[in-house]
């Protein structure tokens, strides 16, 4: 079981890959962290390179693949933009101001930083 931000990962266990962060490192989060999902009780969806997955976090926070007909806030970049992020949390502002990372809800986009630290 994955615990700790993802700075703390070695490279090698790094989820530059986008599969293994939505499948296996973020419900892992959302599982040892009940109060997160109940802080954000939100509906995400990311949208990386026309690939979709839906992150509900307003009942016990689950991760699926495919987007959700309400979200309230879709996220979209390019994979490799979203995989660098992963390994380098920090750099989420940057890729925001330069346009490579979209949210449609900056409030609830700002709040996604609880989930990667």
Known sequence: ???GSLADRSTE??????????????????KNNPDLVKSINAIYV?????????VDLTGDGTVAEGAHD????????????????????????????????KVTNVGLGISLQKLLS
């Open 1 to 3: 079981m994955r615990t």
């Open 13 to 30: 266990d790094l989820m530059g890959d986008v599969n293994d962060f939505f499948g296996n490192w973020l419900p892992d989060k959302l």
């Open 46 to 54: 990311f949208d990386l390179d026309g690939d979709k997955w839906t």
């Open 70 to 101: 309400e979200p309230g806030c879709v996220v979209t970049a390019a994979k490799g933009d979203f995989e660098n992020m992963l390994d380098n949390p920090s750099s989420a502002m940057m890729l925001f101001m330069s346009g490579k990372l």
